[in-house]
């Protein structure tokens, strides 16, 4: 069964209409996929879903649908949680390292944590995972190292 694992600036668009959300719903609707999500993306979700209802002027009531609706999604299975474990931390150490003093490029150390959580379970599961994000920093660092290229199709929201 096919996995997809989404990034905070990819999961939003399942939530806020625009260009991509067609796309982002159609794969977490989808019966015969699996959707992850790390468990740091919880707290993300609140932060971008806040920030999507400041740029739209959206009431403190559409806040608290679009955060319901995220939480049915996790309540269903639609979207499952991962815990990040340890070994996630180091791998995002060493991705925040590479990414800020090799390429020169800003990452954040959420981004890098949810990047590191979904390499590990392509690992565990031994196949490659869809990882999907809006975040074009975040695509172009991960498609530059051999691990992430090997262990995930890399799809890239705009």
């Known amino acids: 069964m096919p996995i997809y694992f989404f990034d905070t600036s990819a999961l939003q668009h399942r939530y806020i209409d625009n260009a991509s959300s067609r796309s982002v719903r159609r794969i977490i609707s989808d019966k015969r996929v699996v959707c992850y999500i790390a468990d740091w993306t919880i707290l993300e979700m609140a932060s971008a879903l806040a920030h999507r209802c400041r740029q739209?002027?959206?009431?403190?009531?559409?806040?608290?649908?679009?955060?319901s609706n995220f939480f049915r999604d996790v309540a269903d299975e639609r979207l499952r949680v991962r815990i990040t474990s340890s070994r996630d931390f180091t791998r995002a150490r060493d991705l925040?390292?590479?990414?800020?003093?090799i390429k020169r490029r800003r990452l954040s150390s959420g981004d890098a944590l949810i990047a590191a959580c979904c390499l590990d379970l392509a690992y565990q599961e031994k196949q490659k995972i869809t990882f999907c994000t809006s975040d074009g920093t975040l695509y172009s660092i991960l498609t530059d190292i051999t691990a992430f290229k090997s262990a995930l199709h890399l799809r890239l929201f705009r």
């Open 56 to 67: 739209a002027a959206m009431s403190f009531r559409q806040f608290d649908q679009l955060e």
């Open 96 to 101: 925040l390292r590479y990414a800020g003093i």
